[in-house]
């Protein structure tokens, strides 16, 4: 952020007065602008014993596989969030049911918010962010091709309880991949 | 927003191509500006049978009672936002623990993430934020001056809970207040 967008004046990194954070306040108009983690909702969706992934057409991580989930927008909920996700990239409709999982990512500034979800009906397709879209049984799933560490640790959870025979809400924190040598 | 914060120049509300919805778009380097929902992170600090409450010393809700809560910042996780939020406002030390409700709010792009918490000692105080910080026993919990919806709802299903024996997870919205006639 360099500019203000109240009034299009230039901003200045700094505290202000009683904050504890550095903001960038504008020179002008003294407008103070927050910067918030955004939430990505989405769902396991599930069609009996089987869930459904989509390939990724769209950066990051063209090419590999993720549970539907994006960007929450302002007015929704975040089941309807999720179910909207769901809806766009698999054109798929489904029933969100309970909360599932909930990753910190603080070095992006993520809150990943993951339901459990029923499928509707069979006739999902690719959306314009997904390459191809299908269900997948436990044996089937791409664990090398997975497209974000959310999703490995979500399903690997999804399918030790189910394993277990109770679905249990799980909360965790993806911390920075340490550089490779 | 009225002017693009990486250039300055003006902005123009209009759907990007291969969106469904508005954004605000810059007219001069086409910056896409995204605006999501926020997230309130707090706790239920717990003492004994009684829990901390802040009486708020700024609006919205000035000198109603509030549990300890405020805007998650980039950087943290969503239990490290509740317990800086708790040391903010009531200059109290807490451990987080399990997480225990989640209100949409979507006609203020708010989500709250609420967590029980145990106070680790009673050398709390009032911050700047507060008026007055005290614990309350059930029967003292000053239903009438609760500063919002979400608070009195968390506390409604708390005492429930502990009633019942067992605290359970509690995901819910709250709907705009219908206007008075």
């Known amino acids: 952020m360099k500019f203000c967008s109240n009034c299009g004046a230039p901003v200045t990194l700094k505290i202000p007065p009683g904050d ?16 918030n983690p955004k939430m990505i909702v989405g769902c396991i969706a599930e069609w009996e014993h089987r869930i459904l992934l989509c390939k990724r057409a769209i950066e990051p991580r063209h090419g590999l596989w993720t549970v539907p989930a994006g960007f929450m927008e302002n007015g929704e909920t975040t089941a309807q969030g999720a179910a909207r996700e769901t809806l766009e990239e698999a054109n798929a409709r489904v029933e969100i049911g309970p909360l599932y999982a909930m990753y910190n990512i ?41 497209a974000f560490a959310t999703v490995r640790n979500t399903l690997t959870h999804y399918y030790a309880d189910r394993k277990a025979g109770e679905y249990r809400f799980h909360l965790g924190t993806i911390e920075r991949a340490p550089a490779r040598s």
């Open 106 to 146: 603080p070095h992006i500034n993520q809150v990943y918010i993951l339901f459990r979800a029923r499928l509707l009906d069979l006739e999902f397709s690719a959306g314009t962010e997904s390459l191809e879209v299908r269900l997948f049984d436990e044996s089937e799933v791409p664990w090398d091709a997975l």
């Open 20 to 35: 504890t954070l550095p903001r960038h306040v504008c020179d002008s108009c003294s407008t103070i602008h927050y910067q």
